[in-house]
């Protein structure tokens, strides 16, 4: 049984059917409801049931969080403010959720919130990557055409699109049909996808009714401007400053902006793949857990696959000892600076690290993820020694306060959520130590936004004395105070049994215990705008 929102839910099984009653507080339970889809699979389960309106489902208010087997309110497992309890609701799926997670969908909208949605195959079929498959089917039931093709050297068909056959830009789109920030074209080409259905197949080299959005590019500005007009917070939601993503599932963009991509080669599958084909692979639990990324892909041997002159003296280029976290090209070029499913993920736009992006964006730069107890004035020093980039004037805190504690505090709470992940990385930890983090991690215990608590928490597992703290992130906020209380009196504890440095950029005294006016200060500057990191 579970309570959310004043309502309580009760599930029943039935032979192999699912279902659910739902009672209003002070009232009875309804008929059972069916549990008809579930869409998620290696993080997060989210469940759909009937709605009695036709074809349109109603989402079941409860996620399923897979690595901590717990149950938890949709809205508290993706970045969203407190006050909005049901965001995702009833025709949300046929609305929006299904023109990425179906195979060739049509929402096919009634009137008010009634849908009469079709599919072709639930779930991300062939035809999805491979476009429409019956013409190749009924070529290939001749089997002396199938040993021809295998026996040729080229063993291309021309009767179905293979994305590794294809230049890297089309091969790209085929992910991006889905994994980027689109818009349609104009209103016929919205009620054509709605009614019939996307008209993009892989292999073309736009997505036809609809356009992908990159905010500062010269393309589809009357479309762009109309978007900044009716939605103020549609790119602030979705992208930094600077036109950069910073919420997953939305990769192509960042693809298709890095200048790798440039070169015509450079695609999703240089280093993922959807099928286990390649050499090495182990297992499959392994490849879903690591993305779906091919053997070595990774490590450096992915950027090595171009850069290959890099290989021969890494160390002149990164500056750091070559078996160093420093000297991988992920951390550097891709470091985790966006966020979904409750977790920091890697950037796919490949860039460099410069302090601008931090002082004007407040995009936390790669040096400082790792190197958390530093300040930007050391970053913009190391930068501008090693690289020659420009060493830009910056605040007093800038130059005093490590870039870290300034995010976890007066950030918003799409960066409070990286830094929050961030300080349970270990190559953060080996690098900046481990001993300072604990009242930050223990502070963020309570903050408003359940996804920066969730990170919270799971870094505070990672420290020593804490990893079997159990911690209800979705509790009400008696329980968090209490347990941030519990926690931090466990911390300061140790702290006086063992003789603990603590760098005075971290803004904490010498006993661990916060400098209360640098504290204060920074958490009454605290952006607390309302963020939705749209998914």
Same mark, same amino acid.
């Given at each position: ?32 409801? @069916?549990?008809?889809?579930? %869409?998620?699979?290696? %993080? ?103 040993? %021809? ?19 890297? *830009? ?5 992910? $991006? ?14 009620? !054509? ?32 401007? #109309? ?15 600077? $036109? ?11 693809? @298709? ?43 450096? *041997?992915?950027?090595?696959? /171009? ?10 280029? %990164?500056?750091? !000892? ?9 951390? /550097? ?78 950030? !918003? *709470? $799409? ?8 300080? $349970? ?40 004395? #804490? ?69």
């Amino acid at each position: 049984d579970l309570t959310f929102n004043g309502r309580e839910y009760k599930g029943e099984r039935r032979g192999d059917k699912f279902f659910v009653r739902v009672r209003p507080e002070g009232g009875s339970y309804g008929e059972p409801r @069916q549990i008809v889809l579930q %869409t998620g699979s290696h %993080t997060l389960k989210i469940l759909w049931l009937e709605s009695g309106q036709g074809r349109t489902l109603q989402q079941f208010p409860f996620a399923y969080i897979i690595p901590e087997k717990i149950w938890a309110p949709v809205t508290q497992t993706f970045l969203i403010p407190p006050d909005l309890k049901e965001y995702y609701s009833l025709g949300a799926w046929n609305g929006a959720c299904m023109d990425c997670h179906v195979t060739q969908g049509q929402s096919r909208f009634v009137e008010g919130n009634r849908w009469d949605s079709q599919v072709a195959e639930f779930g991300i079929a062939c035809e999805a990557c491979h476009s429409e498959g019956r013409q190749h089917i009924d070529q290939n039931r001749n089997p002396i055409r199938r040993f %021809t093709l295998h026996l040729t050297t080229n063993k291309t068909d021309p009767t179905i699109t293979n994305p590794s056959r294809l230049k890297g *830009a089309d091969s790209a789109l085929d992910c $991006g049909q889905c994994h980027s920030v689109w818009a349609f074209n104009n209103m016929p080409d919205k009620i !054509d996808f709605n009614r019939h259905g996307s008209d993009f197949r892989p292999g073309a080299h736009d997505l036809a009714q609809r356009f992908v959005v990159q905010p500062n590019a010269p393309d589809h500005s009357e479309q762009k401007d #109309f978007i900044r007009r009716s939605e103020p917070d549609f790119f602030s939601n979705r992208f930094w400053g600077d $036109g950069m993503i910073r919420v997953t599932g939305r990769e192509f963009n960042g693809v @298709q902006a890095s200048p790798c991509f440039r070169g015509g080669e450079f695609s999703c599958i240089s280093c993922h793949e959807m099928h286990l084909d390649s050499p090495g692979q182990t297992s499959v639990q392994r490849w879903a857990r690591t993305a779906q990324l091919k053997p070595k892909m990774d490590s450096d *041997a992915a950027c090595l696959q /171009c850069h290959q002159t890099m290989a021969t003296n890494i160390t002149a280029h %990164t500056h750091h !000892d070559k078996n160093s976290s420093g000297s991988r090209c992920y951390n /550097c070029h891709m470091p985790r600076t966006t966020f979904g499913l409750l977790h920091a993920i890697r950037s796919h736009q490949v860039s460099s690290p410069t302090v601008k992006e931090s002082v004007d964006y407040g995009r936390p730069n790669a040096c400082n993820l790792c190197h958390l107890d530093q300040t930007l004035a050391w970053t913009a020093e190391k930068l501008g020694a090693w690289y020659h980039r420009p060493v830009p004037q910056l605040a007093p805190d800038d130059q005093n306060i490590a870039a870290a504690v300034q995010w976890i505090l007066k950030g !918003d *709470a $799409g960066q409070r959520a990286l830094i929050a992940w961030g300080m $349970g990385w270990e190559s953060a930890q080996q690098t900046a130590g481990r001993d300072w983090l604990y009242p930050y991690l223990i502070y963020s215990l309570n903050d408003p936004y359940a996804a920066v608590r969730f990170d919270a928490w799971k870094s505070l597992q990672t420290l020593p004395g #804490f990893s079997d703290f159990s911690f209800t992130y979705t509790a009400a906020d008696d329980y968090l105070r209490e347990m941030s209380a519990r926690a931090y009196e466990t911390w300061l504890r140790a702290v006086g049994e063992r003789n603990v440095t603590i760098r005075p950029e971290t803004a904490l005294d010498s006993d661990g215990r916060f400098k209360q006016d640098t504290f204060q200060r920074l958490r009454g500057e605290r952006d607390n705008k309302p963020i939705i990191l749209a998914e």
